[in-house]
């Protein structure tokens, strides 16, 4: 389960503050798969990263009994001086992983060659997201946070990608951010809608695409 508890979380822009979630409490049981849904700007990608750790907030508390990953794809906890298997064998350390058995598994899936050893800044983005999204796979979780994007690169990339996500998803949860309605519905069977800083939750999908829908009108 992952609980928010009075979270407050905003952010300043262009000299305002930009309220995401005001003092929200809410529970997203495990077993079950979300859809996060609302407008533009309303601040779903930060709500993802609130959620996996990977962004602080300003008050409030994140409880997560189970293993939640980061953003599928996230490249921010990247050392871009780093190589790319020294920054495997890093967070693989962090989630008490085996870091060669992980290396093996990023290197074979992201497919960018001697790269593997060279610092990431000298990747491309493609090489960098291709990086991010096999060191995602290699590490399982009870949740996966998604933010938009299921795979990177070319077709046949896409494809394993696609393949081994859906292994994932026969024995874990997901959070998705998606503006595709169809994507949501046959990822998730409840919902979460973010406006004006407040997190709606329904316990039916379609329900939350409805009130989605009308807010989007």
């Known amino acids: 389960m992952i609980r928010l508890s009075n979270v407050f979380k905003f952010y300043k822009t262009y000299g305002m503050r930009k309220i995401v979630l005001d003092h929200v ?75 060669v058995k992980i290396a093996r598994f990023v290197e074979d899936f992201a497919e960018i060659g001697e ?17 991010a999204f096999g060191l995602s796979m290699a590490i399982e979780f009870d949740c996966y946070l998604i933010d938009e994007v299921t795979a990177v690169g070319d077709a046949r990339f896409a494809a394993r990608c696609e393949a081994v996500f859906q292994r994932r998803r026969e024995h874990t949860d997901i959070i998705i951010v998606s503006h595709s309605v169809a994507t949501v519905k046959s990822f998730c069977q409840r919902g979460a809608v973010l ?14 695409i409805s009130a989605y829908n009308r807010l989007n009108r």
């Open 25 to 99: 409490s809410a529970e997203f049981p495990s077993g079950w798969s979300y859809g996060l849904l609302g407008v533009n700007g309303a601040g779903k990608s930060t709500t993802l990263r609130v959620l996996s750790g990977t962004e602080s907030v300003n008050s409030g508390k994140i409880h997560r009994s189970i293993r939640v990953s980061w953003p599928l794809g996230f490249t921010g906890g990247f050392h871009p001086k780093m190589t790319g298997r020294e920054n495997v064998y890093f967070v693989s350390r962090i989630y008490g992983e085996d870091p």
């Open 115 to 131: 790269y593997i050893d060279k610092p990431i800044h000298t990747y491309s983005s493609g090489m960098t997201a291709r990086l």
């Open 195 to 208: 406006v004006d800083g407040r997190l709606l939750m329904f316990d039916d999908i379609d329900e939350a």
